[in-house]
């Protein structure tokens, strides 16, 4: 069933939805573009496919545009993005030229210069603002951790960013003292009415994990994520290890690839084997009906896991959240907006703490309940979509003018 703008008042309440209804109408008509690298996979695809979809809702002609590119091309684009994290990596003469030379190519065909507003996402189509005669403001949203980026490669995107009317990023520890343009925050959100979130029985949470060959026998802790070195599922697995031995549970992970990241299926290998050196893990990917799959693991798990070394946001810490389950984050990026330490989950640094905070939540039934309770509270008041329209409503209204 088609989704409408007013079912979302029953979930994030008259107030807001009233609030967008009048915000909105100046902006009412005008053509904004989004562009991006994919479609599917990871959360910037998942917060376009709601946002999008109800800008047009509201009146706002927003389109979604989608660069297309060669595994050549996307794997520099994936040193791009690991170098934003602060990863060494150096892009050699070449590489450079096939980054510069696709978006290029991209840019005979993407037709962005009618636009009221273009908001480009990620470094991926960085460069496209340089292909136009610029008739109308370009955002440019970051939605990577560049609390440390690699300085060679900071400095050359700098070239681009400077070029935009405003970055917008995630988090306040994200903005950068050197890029000379307005820089404003924008935290992403969840939509809870698609089927990753919205409300299923928890019968029918167990019917789902039980056809992807979920027992439930032992208590499920879980990580849902892309299989990214940055996601830690390695150590995710070593940190349940350590746990294991005092308190008796299960480990899931379910994840999947970005169709922008060939280095998810190698990942995905690496944790396939090493859950084989462990007991009790499992490891499941791309099922039918993911997203149900994903809404009914985050109900069941007695707690959610985000051990991420490096995190935008980590969409799937308000995912779990949402469903009132306890959520422990690494203290990195975004996640230390969604987790309060001690209220709705704990923030770790290392996998030690992360086990020991496993430990201390299995054992505490009450504790879980209440931390559950407070998340989605917190999570209602922060994290829901109809707040990042919002936000964006706003940001349009003033670049717009």
Same mark, same amino acid.
């Given at each position: 069933?088609?989704?409408?703008?007013?079912?979302?008042?029953?979930?994030?309440?008259?107030?807001?939805?009233?609030?967008?209804?009048?915000?909105?109408?100046?902006?009412?008509?005008?053509?904004?573009?989004?562009?991006?690298?994919?479609?599917?996979?990871?959360?910037?695809?998942?917060?376009?496919?709601?946002?999008?979809?109800?800008?047009?809702?509201?009146?706002?002609?927003?389109? @979604?545009?989608?660069?297309?590119?060669?595994?050549?091309?996307?794997?520099?684009?994936?040193?791009?993005?690991?170098?934003?994290?602060?990863?060494?990596?150096?892009?050699?003469?070449?590489?450079?030229?096939? $980054?510069?030379?696709?978006?290029?190519?991209?840019?005979?065909?993407?037709?962005?210069?009618?636009?009221?507003?273009?908001?480009?996402?990620?470094?991926?189509?960085?460069?496209?603002?340089?292909?136009?005669?610029?008739?109308?403001? @370009?955002? @440019?949203?970051?939605?990577?951790?560049?609390?440390?980026?690699?300085?060679?490669?900071?400095?050359?995107?700098?070239?681009?960013?400077?070029?935009?009317?405003?970055?917008?990023?995630?988090?306040?520890?994200?903005?950068?003292?050197?890029?000379?343009?307005?820089?404003?925050?924008?935290?992403?959100?969840?939509?809870?009415?698609?089927?990753?979130?919205?409300?299923?029985?928890?019968?029918?949470?167990?019917?789902?994990?039980?056809?992807?060959?979920?027992?439930?026998?032992?208590? &499920?802790?879980?990580?849902?994520?892309?299989?990214? &070195? @940055?996601?830690?599922?390695?150590?995710?697995?070593?940190?349940?290890?350590?746990?294991?031995?005092?308190?008796?549970?299960?480990?899931?992970?379910?994840?999947?690839?970005?169709?922008?990241?060939?280095?998810?299926?190698?990942?995905?290998?690496?944790?396939?084997?090493?859950?084989?050196?462990?007991?009790?893990?499992?490891?499941?990917?791309?099922?039918?009906?993911?997203?149900?799959?994903?809404?009914?693991?985050?109900?069941?798990?007695?707690?959610?896991?985000?051990?991420?070394?490096?995190?935008?946001?980590?969409?799937?810490?308000?995912?779990?959240?949402?469903?009132?389950?306890?959520?422990?984050?690494?203290? &990195?990026?975004?996640?230390?907006?969604?987790?309060?330490?001690?209220?709705?989950?704990?923030?770790?640094?290392?996998?030690?703490?992360?086990?020991?905070?496993?430990? $201390?939540?299995?054992?505490?039934?009450?504790?879980?309940?209440?931390?559950?309770?407070?998340?989605?509270? $917190?999570?209602?008041?922060?994290?829901?979509?109809?707040?990042?329209?919002?936000?964006?409503?706003?940001?349009?209204?003033?670049?717009?003018?």
């Amino acid at each position: 069933m088609m989704i409408d703008f007013n079912d979302y008042r029953r979930v994030a309440g008259d107030e807001i939805v009233d609030q967008i209804i009048k915000e909105v109408k100046p902006l009412q008509g005008k053509d904004v573009h989004h562009v991006n690298s994919t479609y599917y996979g990871g959360g910037v695809a998942e917060i376009l496919d709601s946002l999008v979809f109800l800008m047009n809702k509201i009146g706002i002609n927003a389109g @979604w545009r989608l660069i297309k590119g060669s595994d050549e091309f996307f794997h520099v684009t994936k040193l791009i993005h690991d170098g934003c994290q602060g990863a060494d990596i150096s892009l050699t003469p070449s590489m450079i030229q096939v $980054y510069e030379e696709t978006i290029a190519r991209n840019a005979n065909f993407t037709h962005l210069k009618n636009s009221d507003a273009v908001i480009a996402h990620d470094p991926q189509v960085l460069p496209l603002i340089t292909h136009y005669k610029k008739n109308q403001p @370009w955002v @440019w949203r970051c939605h990577i951790d560049i609390t440390r980026p690699n300085p060679a490669l900071w400095d050359f995107l700098k070239n681009f960013i400077n070029k935009y009317d405003e970055m917008v990023v995630s988090d306040k520890s994200f903005i950068k003292e050197d890029i000379k343009i307005r820089q404003s925050i924008i935290m992403p959100s969840i939509d809870p009415l698609t089927d990753k979130n919205k409300e299923i029985s928890l019968s029918e949470a167990e019917i789902i994990l039980g056809k992807a060959g979920v027992k439930f026998n032992k208590p &499920v802790i879980s990580q849902i994520a892309r299989f990214d &070195v @940055w996601k830690d599922p390695l150590g995710v697995i070593t940190a349940y290890e350590i746990a294991k031995k005092e308190t008796d549970c299960q480990l899931v992970l379910l994840g999947n690839y970005a169709t922008d990241d060939p280095g998810g299926d190698e990942m995905y290998r690496k944790t396939v084997q090493r859950a084989k050196e462990s007991e009790d893990v499992t490891v499941l990917v791309n099922l039918e009906n993911n997203d149900l799959t994903v809404n009914a693991l985050q109900r069941l798990s007695k707690i959610v896991i985000q051990k991420s070394t490096r995190e935008g946001f980590g969409l799937t810490v308000s995912e779990a959240l949402w469903k009132g389950t306890p959520v422990i984050g690494g203290k &990195v990026g975004g996640i230390i907006n969604q987790i309060i330490d001690g209220k709705n989950g704990y923030l770790v640094e290392d996998i030690n703490e992360c086990a020991q905070k496993i430990i $201390y939540l299995l054992k505490d039934e009450e504790l879980r309940k209440q931390m559950g309770e407070f998340g989605k509270q $917190y999570v209602k008041k922060n994290f829901l979509i109809t707040r990042h329209l919002l936000d964006y409503i706003r940001l349009l209204n003033r670049v717009i003018g």
